[in-house]
């Protein structure tokens, strides 16, 4: 039997001290001889374990300057191989990537992000004895580890897990939106052009966060942010990186953004249920039709921001939430039908009369009834009452369409004829029988 890497602690020296010579003679007694070579009795305040320093003095923990010296020189003969022929063994830019996640432990999550472009050209190597080109990218992060190791080379034993500022996104289909909790001053709102609504659900909840941090970088600045998204990619995307181009693109730029601006970023998954004001900004909210209050809303009195700050939840609860949820679907068919026949995207919110027309009557063409027709009638209508937007079912266009829709799609309805006295008494003769008690 062996036993190996123990280690004990005590904030008084002298309690330590009996602590550690107990353990050594227990040891003994048990029948275990300890390593005099590796085994220190003595109470440190510096010490090198597992690879790691430990001073508990600072309160901080580090590389050893030998595995830092490993690093640097494995960087050397990658740059000495990139000058002299531009290409480099792939095993040597692997155990690059595996000594800087070694040290993850230390330095963070920026290890595996700012070595992701690296393990993207060690993947194209056809086998582990071939030669490979690295990227622009991979060389950036290169010289990063080069330059910037040393001055993230410490973590610290009491680190301050508190934050300044929450931050929600969520993003949709068709747009993407963000707020500050306390501070009603802070929505962050877009739409997609037809283009980007074509990416996945991923790249938009990734972009959702660029974008919301950028435009909220006046309230965010120099300060500690607990950022909440209901997208289980991003987080993942956000504090490791992705093997993706495109996401690690974003990943870098959100890095990049928080470095620039002093901004402490840590970024945790919420359930949906609990992001809905962000959900209704992102799929409501056109940034152009919003911004029509812009003016109003920065001349408002202090003492009227905590009200401000109810509208998003106020707009949510207008109506039922089955019938938001309704009228919300019924939109985005809208919205969907507008970009699959190119109307222009200026057109689509606010709609134009005359689509909208057009749209109620290809549905005429599709449907036996006349319910998708009001559904779609009256979705569009909220809508547009939600951004406070003349509305093209206000339009005698529109209206007369839905008129002529119901007349010639729907159905006569044929009442029921009222039970009377006479009726009931008819009833009773009719089914009246001496002999059964049922029926009496």
């Known amino acids: 039997m062996y036993l190996d890497d123990g280690l004990g602690t005590h904030f008084d020296e002298q309690i330590c001290l009996d602590i550690s010579l107990q353990v050594k003679q227990d040891l003994i007694n048990s029948g275990f001889v300890p390593k005099v070579e590796k085994s220190m009795w003595q109470p440190v305040r510096l010490l090198t374990f597992l690879g790691y320093n430990i001073d508990t003095e600072k309160a901080l923990l580090s590389i050893p300057s030998d595995r830092l010296s490993k690093l640097y020189q494995t960087i050397q003969d990658i740059e000495t191989c990139l000058a002299h022929s531009e290409i480099v063994h792939v095993r040597s830019v692997a155990s690059l990537v595996r000594q800087i996640v070694s040290m993850s432990y230390v330095i963070g999550n920026i290890a595996y992000l700012m070595t992701k472009y690296l393990s993207m050209d060690v993947i194209t190597a056809c086998s582990w004895d071939s030669y490979i080109i690295l990227s622009e990218q991979s060389i950036g992060n290169i010289k990063f580890w080069k330059h910037d190791i040393s001055s993230i080379n410490f973590k610290r034993f009491n680190f301050n897990f508190s934050c300044n500022t929450i931050v929600y996104t969520d993003a949709s289909n068709t747009g993407y939106g963000g707020f500050i909790v306390a501070n009603p001053k802070s929505i962050a709102h877009g739409i997609w052009s037809s283009s980007e ?12 966060v660029r974008n919301v941090l950028l435009s909220l970088l006046d309230f965010i600045k120099d300060k500690r942010l607990k950022w909440f ?101 019924g939109f985005r068919r809208w919205k969907s039908w507008t970009l699959s026949h190119q109307i222009p995207e200026c057109d689509i919110f606010p709609s134009k009369p005359f689509h909208v027309a057009l749209y109620l009557a290809s549905l005429v063409q599709s449907c036996n009834t006349s319910c998708p027709i009001n559904e779609a009638f009256y979705s569009i209508k909220w809508a547009h009452s939600v951004i406070s937007a003349t509305s093209p079912t206000d339009s005698d266009i529109v209206r007369n369409i839905l008129e002529g829709a119901k007349r010639r799609i729907g159905h006569s309805v044929k009442k029921k004829e009222p039970i009377t006295p006479d009726l009931l008494q008819k009833m009773y003769v009719k089914f009246f029988n001496i002999r059964n008690l049922y029926f009496q």
């Open 197 to 208: 609504a074509q990416n996945s659900s991923t790249w938009k909840e990734l972009t959702a």
């Open 229 to 329: 998204t209901d997208n289980q990619n991003v987080v993942g995307i956000i504090t490791k990186g992705s093997m993706k181009g495109h996401l690690q693109n974003l990943s870098c730029d959100i890095y990049q953004s928080c470095l620039r601006h002093n901004i402490s970023f840590d970024v945790e998954l919420v359930p949906r249920t609990q992001s809905e004001k962000a959900d209704f900004i992102s799929r409501i909210i056109d940034s152009d039709d919003w911004s029509v209050f812009n003016r109003e809303i920065a001349n408002l009195p202090d003492e009227l921001l905590n009200s401000l700050n109810m509208i998003p939840d106020l707009l949510t609860e207008s109506k039922a939430a089955n019938t938001v949820k309704k009228y919300y679907n």
